[in-house]
């Protein structure tokens, strides 16, 4: 992994468990040659969409919707080959998840890092009616932390009581997606994890602290643990969007760390000052490893 993330106060001081990771020739070739048919299928997309007539006034929800259609039709069987390939990499997803700014930093403790050393897919299913949601599912091997070998974190498209008499047109778009809205339209799921030992479940050693009398009461204080992700319903960072949206498109160029945190990265040169005594954990890029000879 590249880069330089800095803990927070109180953070674990167990061994990093994400560094040292390695890449042999193999799958680095596997995964340079998904990417680029990545790359194309995605060229498709751009182009058929900017073919396509729309008005004005529709334009913008339609594009949407047309988009995370033709991206689910078209991507998800690259994905799925990409997803074989992943699989056989030694902590792939782990590694990509942390080259991500927000991930990292909400994953700032050791004990956090080395549960989802235990990650190995991921993967997020689109809802077909409306692909704007989707349910983002995390694959666990087992691990001394819970029981359960897949957390999921569903967005749910709660249809407008006005949809019921919808009529979609040829592309299958109705009236009440054009008027779509995530705020009103999308309830988050929260997912319980069954701790294999409840006093130290993570959350409950690093939960969520609500904010008191603050200026934004949505914005919690402190995060706490990467995991109150699943068990809390709301997520005011947004962490489900950028692993959806940002990280499972990507995850190659993540994995890499082709991908810069240059917005982080100047928060915490800014911080430094107040952080002297915090732990730093070095996530180093995965070398690449030759192969051996049959």
């Known amino acids: 992994m590249s880069g330089k993330k800095r803990a927070s106060p109180g953070a674990d001081v167990e061994k990093n ?3 040292n990771v ?9 995964l340079q040659d998904i990417q680029k048919h990545i790359q194309r299928v995605e060229l498709v997309i751009g182009e058929l969409h900017s073919a396509r007539p729309e008005s004005p ?4 929800p339609q594009i949407n919707n047309f988009q995370e259609r033709l991206a689910m039709e078209k991507l998800i069987p690259v994905y799925e080959k990409r997803r074989a390939v992943a699989k056989s990499i030694e902590k792939f ?21 080395l549960a989802l050393s235990y990650l ?13 949601c989707y349910t983002i ?10 029981t359960d070998s897949v957390l ?28 779509f809205s995530w705020a009103r339209d999308v309830q988050p799921s929260a997912t319980p994890i069954h701790w294999k030992d409840p006093e130290n479940a993570l959350t409950k050693l690093h939960p969520r602290v609500a904010e008191v009398d603050g200026e934004d009461d949505d914005m919690p204080a402190e995060a706490g643990s990467f995991f109150n992700f699943f068990e809390i319903a709301d997520d005011p960072f947004e962490i489900g969007a950028q692993i959806a949206n ?21 928060e915490e040169e800014d911080s430094e000052d107040d952080d002297d005594d915090a732990e730093e954990i070095d996530l180093e890029k995965p070398r690449a490893k030759k192969q051996k000879k049959e």
């Open 17 to 19: 468990p994400l560094s």
């Open 22 to 30: 390695e890449l042999n020739n193999e799958d680095a070739q596997k």
């Open 57 to 60: 006034e529709k334009a913008e």
């Open 93 to 113: 997803w782990p590694v990509a998840l942390m080259n991500n700014s927000m991930i990292s930093f909400h994953a700032q403790h050791t004990i956090d890092q």
């Open 120 to 132: 190995e897919d991921l993967w997020i299913v689109r809802d077909p009616k409306e692909p704007r």
């Open 137 to 146: 599912e995390f694959f666990f091997k087992p691990n001394p932390y819970f």
């Open 152 to 179: 999921k974190k569903e967005y749910k498209y709660i249809s407008p009581p006005a949809a019921s008499g919808d009529k979609p047109d040829a592309d299958g778009i109705t009236d009440s997606m054009l008027d």
């Open 246 to 266: 940002e990280i499972f498109s990507e995850a190659t160029d993540y994995f890499m760390g082709n991908i810069a945190n240059d917005e982080l990265d100047s």
